[in-house]
T-cell receptor
């Protein structure tokens, strides 16, 4: 069975500081991994995805994530936070092949203060 | 523009009533999903459908029902059997060619009064 654990339900950073949101996964087979972002009262938007190609994945809005098999991690980073990055971020996992369902983590709410 | 439309955005229901949430997509996606979101719990899968006239239960299907009579539509009915229906409901769709890339609607916030 697959699962995702996001460490830290709330993260607060200063504008311009490094953003690091943590995600660890559990999967019996090589997974596909995703980060989604949700702004208040809206749906989710795909930030980036890992599908067994390059281990360092670049996404939209300057975010990137690195797949580390030895650590079963897929942490999301951004070098310099903007006020507009304040949102909730979800890590998700699925299996390769077909219409497999996404399993989501509990989410991390990112606050950015001046 | 292609996308997923959920309606209504806000919905109020009296206890004991059934209510249906609408989800329509014009992305020509085969698969559609319903998720429930509660604070601190992430998204939990209610039902999903990979093809017209077929659907499967997710992790929390009790008290919910769905239909998939058309490729574009996947309505969710919250029945009176659902004990705690107040939540934010999200509909999504995807193709088999882009695994895991789900496109989400804007959500429906259901409140039981």
């Amino acid at each position: 069975a697959q699962s995702v654990t996001q460490l830290g339900s709330h993260v607060s950073v200063s504008e311009g500081a490094l953003v690091l949101l943590r995600c660890n996964y559990s999967s019996s087979v090589p997974p596909y991994l995703f980060w989604y972002v949700q702004y208040p009262n809206q749906g989710l938007q795909l930030l980036l995805k890992y599908t067994s190609a390059a281990t360092l994945v670049k996404g939209i809005n300057g975010f990137e994530a690195e797949f580390k098999k030895s650590e079963t991690s897929f942490h999301l980073t951004k070098p310099s936070a903007h006020m507009s990055d304040a949102a909730e971020y979800f890590c998700a996992v699925t299996l390769s092949g077909g219409y497999n369902k996404l399993i989501f983590g509990a989410g991390t709410r990112l606050a950015v203060h001046p | 523009d292609g996308g997923i439309t959920q309606s209504p955005k806000y919905l109020f229901r009296k206890e004991g009533q059934n209510v249906t949430l609408s989800c329509e997509q014009n992305l020509n996606h085969d698969a559609m999903y319903w998720y429930r979101q509660d604070p601190g719990q992430g998204l939990r899968l209610i039902y999903y459908s990979q093809i017209v006239n077929d659907f499967q239960k997710g992790d929390i299907a009790e008290g919910y029902s769905v239909s998939r009579e058309k490729k574009e539509s996947f309505p969710l009915t919250v029945t009176s059997a659902q004990k705690n229906p107040t939540a934010f409901y999200l509909c999504a769709s995807s193709t088999g060619q882009r695994i895991g890339e789900a496109f989400f609607g804007q959500g429906t916030r259901l409140t039981v009064v």
